[in-house]
């Protein structure tokens, strides 16, 4: 038996920075993503099949959940994750979600149940559910 290393799969683009399948053993997928801008949304999609799981490493996210409601209409929940604050957000199947960096260069946890599955990505534009993804005046 001996060690050895494996490469790891990047993805960038426009939002993110993305560090992708970093564990092969487990069960799942575990991705990192490095968010510089807080200016830009991601958002909608869902799944079928995965749950996800995110942490915060770094900085700060506002998530937006578009959970199903019995009538068929979406209810928009709004939950926030940050370096302040370690917990462990829990994305069920059938839940629209997305996030928007609160603080710029933050960097976000995140493991899939499954490895990702394009065909198991349902997507909505942002705007889809009524929401507003600005940051309220008090």
Known sequence: MSH?????QYHEDDRAQRLLNIFEDSGGQL????VHSSDHVVAWHKHEIQTDYW???????????????EDGTYEVKWEY???KNF????????IYHGYKAVEQDSILLY???HKYNPEDEHRASVGSFGEDWGTENK
């Open 87 to 94: 917990s462990v957000l829990k994305i069920p199947t059938g």
């Open 4 to 8: 050895s290393f494996k490469d790891i």
């Open 111 to 113: 493991h899939l149940t």
């Open 31 to 34: 991705n990192v993503s490095y």
């Open 81 to 83: 994750i940050s370096d």
């Open 55 to 69: 942490v915060c490493l770094k900085g700060a996210f506002k998530v937006g959940l578009a959970i199903p409601q």
